[in-house]
């Protein structure tokens, strides 16, 4: 096991309530990136990074949907 469901949905959960039912334009870590979905997946990336690295753990890979058939995703290589 690598991480604990539990520890990796409340790093999700602190993440969404960060951009749910926001103005992304408005937020500081989207002042100075356009809040695309690609500029999107590429911040849950880095801010999920951070949150599991006590775990020894990244994320392979985040993708955001706009619509059923249309998504963008963001991994490091």
């Not at 969404?16 to 103005?23: I, M, T």
């Amino acid at each position: 096991m690598v991480i604990d469901f539990m520890d990796l949905g409340k790093a999700m959960d602190d993440l969404l309530h960060k951009v749910d039912h926001q103005n992304l334009n408005e937020l500081p870590c989207f002042q100075t990136v356009n809040p695309t979905s690609e500029n999107l997946a590429a911040w849950f990336y880095a801010e999920l990074e951070k949150r599991l690295a006590p775990f020894n753990c990244r994320p392979h890979l985040v993708r955001i949907w706009e619509m059923p058939d249309c998504s963008a995703a963001y991994w490091k290589e």
